[in-house]
């Protein structure tokens, strides 16, 4: 049995060796370098983060009572409908507040009910107050609690009837006929004391209440919840972005790979290299060519003439229309010579000079670099 010589993976050529492995090598280390920066790196971000939280929840009910009269068999009217000016009697608005909190925070204020008087300007394109005048309706009242919970509510009658007049008497008195509105509201002012910090807020749930009018109906406002929050800025580390770490690590060990395979790559010998080179001599010529047999060689009485390349001996063929010849091989690097018979001349080329192997390594590897 024949001994199996060692064999390389692949081959290449010494000039491409060195550059696939200087390329990969980079390659390798500056993809390591991404790895770790990305690896080892600690950033940081800012958020906010929420110590306690608070809310209030702000309300208004009404009623309206009527005189006695012959349109309505009952004389307190609920909300939301239209009301007769001169079947009016008072109007008993309850306001309300529904506080909830932190345990351990402190919640204090005062709240008292207003009334304000709004005569409007004539002729605005959004409405613009002319006057406004404000009457006390309810003394102000304070409050405080360590409770996380709070309902404060208050209660007043509202005699429509004397703002009613109230407005007439400014008609009179100014002779400025123009529309007017009664808000009546509760203002309330509180405070939220914790060990993280302190936070100060008012509210206003209001009616409003046309004046001056036969007939009229009744708005809210002010109704909306309020959260508070009391909060601290913290850093927190950014996480690391696994994505492109997994990817900069593929990125790497392909190098690797790459790296060490073209490590233990061989490089073509000499045979390898002319094989290669006459097979593309045939390739490329091969209807100019025709293989004989073994042992016919040039006769030595014709003259041998000697040419550089095969491109020569193609123009030779091309211009004398003569074939060119060689002796078979089944081995292509055993080719040694392709000749071409004029009469007494035989034109030679002989792909590599057997007296100098050095330097036929060196140009078929320069050809096939080029190639």
């Not at 290449?12 to 696939?20: P, T, V």
């Not at 609920?78 to 008993?92: A, K, N, R, V």
């Not at 100060?200 to 508070?228: A, H, R, V």
């Not at 490089?267 to 593309?280: A, F, G, H, I, S």
Request: net charge negative; hydrophobic share 35%; glycine share 4%.
């Amino acid at each position: 049995m024949k001994k199996r010589s060692n064999q390389k993976i692949f081959k290449i050529s010494r000039q491409r060796k060195r550059l696939f492995i200087t390329t990969f090598l980079i390659l390798l280390l500056i993809n390591t370098g991404l790895l770790i920066s990305e690896a080892m790196k600690k950033e940081v971000t800012e958020e906010t983060r929420v110590l306690a939280s608070f809310s209030n929840t702000p309300g208004v009910s009404y009623q309206v009572y009527l005189k006695e009269n012959a349109l309505y068999n009952d004389t307190v009217q609920p909300e939301d409908i239209g009301y007769f000016t001169s079947l009016l009697d008072h109007i008993e608005v309850t306001f309300e507040n529904k506080y909830k909190g932190a345990d351990g925070a402190e919640y204090k204020g005062d709240y008292t009910i207003k009334g304000e008087i709004t005569g409007w300007e004539l002729g605005a394109d959004n409405p613009t107050p002319a006057w406004t005048k404000q009457f006390a309706i309810k003394p102000k009242k304070t409050f405080s609690t360590n409770d996380n919970e709070l309902i404060i509510s208050q209660s007043a009658d509202i005699d429509f009837n004397h703002f009613n007049s109230f407005v007439a008497g400014v008609r009179e008195l100014t002779g400025y006929s123009t529309t007017y509105s009664l808000k009546v509201f509760m203002a309330i002012n509180y405070t939220i004391t914790t060990e993280k910090g302190e936070i100060s807020e008012s509210l206003q749930p209001s009616i409003t209440i046309p004046l001056g009018e036969k007939y009229f109906k009744i708005s809210k406002s002010g109704m909306e919840e309020k959260k508070n929050d009391i909060t601290e800025i913290v850093q927190v580390p950014v996480p690391l972005d696994y994505i492109k770490i997994s990817l900069l690590s593929t990125l790497s060990l392909l190098c690797l790979i790459l790296l060490i395979l073209f490590i233990l790559a061989g490089e073509p010998t000499l045979t390898d290299l002319q094989r290669k080179q006459v097979k593309k001599i045939l390739k490329n010529h091969g209807k100019r060519l025709v293989a004989l047999g073994e042992n016919l060689l040039v006769s030595e009485s014709q003259l041998q003439c000697y040419v550089n390349s095969i491109d020569d001996i193609v123009r030779l063929s091309d211009e004398i229309e003569r074939p060119i010849f060689y002796e078979y091989r089944s081995d292509p690097a055993e080719i040694r010579e392709f000749f071409l018979i004029d009469k007494e001349i035989a034109y030679i080329f002989k792909p590599f000079d057997s007296g100098q192997p050095e330097r036929q390594s060196e140009e078929a590897e320069k050809k096939q670099m080029v190639s």
